[in-house]
């Protein structure tokens, strides 16, 4: 609460009605208990369990669903009416893919600007970012999950903040992810939510599932996150993470009838980097360049020995 009401809502307004909806009430105190059991609908299945935390919450999802799909969204996200029909259609056009995917746009679209950082492309575009070394950008409440190939790649692993862009470039590697080109899914920005602040923390965590993914690449024994994350922390633009956090600043404050403070917001994210705001703009602007999260694993090389201090030859990539 105070979001789950329309975002349950929206679901219920879907224009198929053929799906199951599976909640999962992770020891909440805060009325959407009493809001979601009020909820009349044959469709809606509720699941109650001690306070367990995100990721062991959606492993039971993809554990306890009676379908052959999961359909992901967040309880402050909304889906537009169409989503479960197009993707209805998306599967049946591609029933062997592990994953699908839309655009999402911030929300509400009144309210808010621009989309959500979205890597577009093929199967084949992003199974060729994974392998480059560099991670994909999925808005999570857009993603539809492949319940037995997300199970058969370990479902998601017990990662901080990062466990979607750790599970999609598993994904990337060993099924098809199917993007569907149109926005499906609103996206809410709120002072709330866990990546509106410590934006610094949140960019050192993602490096280390690039540095996951490195590892896998380059057959080199990971090591724990405690042991790497002073390392990974200097790769960390501290101007660039600074501008990250003032953009979700503009759109809080739009949301909230802030004009001026929007306005503010949006000056101080320029002046903390010119580089990544103009780099965001390109990017929503300009649905051809490729979008891509992390930073040149070249950075990761120059640093190998503190990374990968055992004694492993690093084969020569000719990607590098």
């Known amino acids: 609460m105070p979001y789950l009401r329309e975002s349950v809502e929206s679901l219920l307004a879907q224009?198929?009605?053929?799906?199951?909806?599976?909640?999962?009430?992770?020891?909440?105190?805060?009325?959407?208990?009493?809001y979601i059991e009020s909820v009349k609908d044959s469709r809606l299945r509720i699941l109650r369990q001690p306070k367990s935390g995100l990721?062991?919450?959606?492993?039971?999802?993809?554990?306890?669903?009676?379908?052959?799909?999961?359909?992901?969204?967040d309880t402050d996200d909304i889906s537009y009416p169409s989503r479960i029909r197009t993707l209805i259609e998306g599967i049946k056009d591609n029933?062997?893919?592990?994953?699908?995917?839309?655009?999402?746009?911030?929300?509400?679209?009144?309210?808010?600007?621009g989309m959500f950082r979205c890597t577009r492309g093929t199967p084949e575009n992003f199974r060729n970012i994974v392998?480059?070394?560099?991670?994909?950008?999925?808005?999570?409440?857009?993603?539809?999950?492949?319940?037995?190939?997300?199970?058969?790649?370990?479902?998601?692993?017990?990662?901080?903040?990062?466990?979607?862009a750790d599970l999609w470039w598993r994904m990337a590697l060993q099924y098809d992810i199917r993007l569907l080109n149109e926005a499906l899914v609103g996206y809410r920005h709120h002072s709330t939510q866990s990546?509106?602040?410590?934006?610094?923390?949140?960019?050192?965590?993602?490096?280390?599932?690039?540095?996951?993914?490195?590892?896998?690449?380059?057959?080199?024994?990971?090591?724990?996150?405690?042991?790497?994350?002073?390392v990974l922390g200097g790769l960390v633009s501290k101007k660039d993470a600074r501008s990250k956090e003032l953009?979700?600043?503009?759109?809080?404050?739009?949301?909230?009838?802030?004009?001026?403070?929007?306005v503010e917001s949006f000056?101080?994210?320029?002046?903390?980097?010119?580089?990544?705001?103009?780099?965001?703009?390109?990017?929503?602007?300009?649905?051809?360049v490729s979008i891509v999260n992390g930073v040149s694993p070249k950075l990761f090389l120059e640093r190998k020995h503190e990374l990968w201090p055992d004694p492993v030859v690093l084969m020569e990539n000719p990607s590098l």
């Open 15 to 34: 224009t198929v009605s053929d799906f199951e909806i599976l909640a999962v009430v992770d020891d909440c105190t805060d009325g959407s208990v009493e």
């Open 55 to 73: 990721i062991p919450t959606l492993n039971r999802m993809l554990k306890e669903v009676e379908t052959p799909w999961l359909v992901r969204q």
């Open 95 to 113: 029933p062997h893919a592990g994953m699908f995917c839309s655009l999402a746009e911030y929300y509400p679209p009144k309210q808010s600007i």
């Open 131 to 164: 392998g480059e070394g560099y991670l994909l950008s999925f808005c999570h409440s857009s993603v539809a999950l492949n319940v037995e190939k997300t199970l058969s790649l370990g479902g998601y692993r017990n990662l901080k903040h990062a466990e979607d």
């Open 195 to 230: 990546t509106t602040h410590g934006t610094e923390q949140q960019t050192a965590y993602a490096l280390f599932i690039q540095y996951l993914l490195l590892s896998h690449l380059w057959s080199l024994p990971a090591q724990p996150w405690d042991c790497v994350k002073e």
């Open 247 to 262: 953009i979700r600043e503009v759109n809080i404050n739009l949301s909230n009838h802030q004009y001026i403070k929007a």
């Open 267 to 288: 000056a101080r994210s320029f002046a903390a980097s010119p580089s990544y705001l103009i780099g965001r703009i390109k990017d929503e602007f300009l649905p051809g």
